[in-house]
């Protein structure tokens, strides 16, 4: 079945480092993959998506890039700030509609 | 325009009685989807509704979890004689038109806790 593994948290970080977290998955047929974002107090909001292989998404200075050769989106940015701290979930959609997702990592930013 | 409601925030119930939990997804989409949450863990789905097509219950984990959808608005998802292991977030997402490319926008969840 599909599933989804990343990185385990939690991370801690200073403003302006950079950040990866990464995702691999095992999906059947060609996946769309996604990034979830949960905000303290908030709910779960898309943060980007790909659904093809070498597609790339952005959103906020985040990208993650679909990589088939090595079932992975891998999701970076260069220069974090407080505002970003969140837990973030990797999760795919494959022959089907039910997003299949992953254990979330909890990242926070310091000033 | 109105995102994705759920009712009640936070549900506190004894092990053993029935709880029910509300969804309102996006007017116009079509797909509505449950999934639960468990402290520290990813989501797990529970179940899918896409138009009037019969839903898939696949990810339902006991008979004790039942849902429905009125047309293409509210759902409830019921779970009767609850447990201590039921106790997590309940998180209900809808989209257009449950495609595998779609986003799916989620509530604000249903914070349940069984003693």
């Known amino acids: 079945g599909d599933s989804v593994t990343q990185m385990e948290g939690p991370v801690t970080l200073s403003e302006e480092a950079f950040l990866t977290i990464n995702c691999t998955y095992t999906?059947?047929?060609?996946?769309?993959l996604f990034w979830y974002v949960q905000y303290p107090g908030e709910g779960l909001q898309l943060l980007l998506k790909a659904t093809k292989a070498d597609d790339k998404g952005s959103n906020k200075g985040f990208e993650a890039t679909y990589r088939k050769e090595t079932t992975s989106f891998h999701l970076e940015k260069g220069s974090v700030q407080v505002s970003d701290s969140a837990v973030y979930f990797c999760a795919l959609s494959s022959n089907d509609y039910k997003l299949s997702f992953g254990a979330g990592t909890t990242v926070t930013v310091r000033a | 325009g109105a995102g994705v409601s759920q009712s009640p925030s936070n549900k506190v119930t004894e092990k053993g009685k029935d709880v029910e939990l509300r969804c309102d997804p996006i007017s116009g989409h079509t797909a509505l989807y449950w999934y639960r949450q468990r402290l520290g863990q990813g989501l797990e789905f529970l179940i899918y509704f896409q138009g009037n097509s019969a839903p898939d219950k696949s990810g339902l984990p006991s008979d004790r979890f039942s849902a429905e959808r009125t047309g293409e608005s509210v759902s409830t998802l019921t779970i009767q004689r609850t447990q201590q292991e039921d106790s997590a977030v309940y998180l209900c997402?809808?989209?257009?038109?449950?495609?595998?490319?779609?986003?799916?926008?989620f509530g604000p969840g249903t914070r349940l806790l069984v003693l």
């Open positions: 997402a809808s989209s257009l038109w449950g495609t595998t490319q779609e986003t799916q926008y």
């Open positions: 999906a059947t047929g060609y996946p769309s």
